[in-house]
Antibody, heavy 118, light 110 residues
């Protein structure tokens, strides 16, 4: 099992870009078998898959967010990141990062609450 | 757009058995959908219960069983405990790297 820890600003102004980072420990993002994923849970709603990345540069996005989301990986820092542009109140959620193989999702961070508000 | 369907609410008696299902708005769920199941209690991250249809994640008791029943994925919980009362989510792989969560099932144990 790897450990994952999200970090982010907590509060973002509407129309700005949110940036979150997930630091991986107990394993390397340079894993051939693992993808690294982001999901979120808005208040009162269910889980939503945002997208995932492999260290070789393969990236997949939820089509509903693809135009605004950018996922990247930094192998030197052993972390991966999510940027979401033009945020609105609908992007307020707890954001989780996780580890994934082709079989499914495995380990999760504890989550970070991101609020979009002026 | 394909929707992943789950029962919004289910209940089970303590010690009883309940089956949660995960379907597709169009088409059948199969092993190639790699159905997975997650448990989430308020304020906590998701806990992976089952992945790839029926593989239990480390530490998950064998009271939780994953399968494909008919054209849906299923999570069967036996010997239900009060701690099992929470939200359950399935996720399916729809191809081309796309994963979609179901809307979740709120399970009540009473």
């Amino acid at each position: 099992q790897v450990q994952l820890q999200e970090s982010g600003p907590g509060l973002v102004m509407p129309s700005e870009t949110l940036s979150l980072t997930c630091t991986v420990s107990g394993g390397s993002v340079r894993s051939d078998t693992h993808y690294w994923t982001w999901i979120r849970r808005p208040p009162g709603k269910g889980l939503e898959w945002i997208g995932d990345i492999h260290y070789t540069g393969i990236i997949n996005y939820n089509p509903s967010l693809k135009s605004r989301a950018t996922i990247s990986v930094d192998t030197s820092k052993n972390h991966f990141s999510l940027e979401l542009s033009s945020v609105t109140a609908a992007d307020t959620a707890v954001y989780y990062c996780g580890s994934q193989t082709h079989l499914g999702f495995h380990d999760w961070g504890r989550g970070t609450l991101l609020t979009v508000s002026s | 757009q394909t929707v992943v369907t789950q029962e919004p609410f289910l209940s089970v008696s303590p010690g009883g058995t309940v089956t949660l299902t995960c379907g597709l708005s169009s088409g059948a769920v199969s092993a190639s959908s790699y159905p997975s199941w997650y448990q989430q209690t308020p304020g906590q991250p998701p806990r992976t219960l089952i992945y790839s249809t029926n593989t239990r994640s480390s530490g998950v008791p064998d009271r939780f069983f994953g399968s494909v029943l008919g054209n849906k994925a299923a999570l069967t919980i036996t010997g239900a405990q009060t701690d099992d009362e929470c939200d359950y989510y399935c996720i399916l792989h729809l191809g081309s790297g796309l994963w979609v969560f179901g809307g979740g099932t709120r399970l009540t144990v009473l």
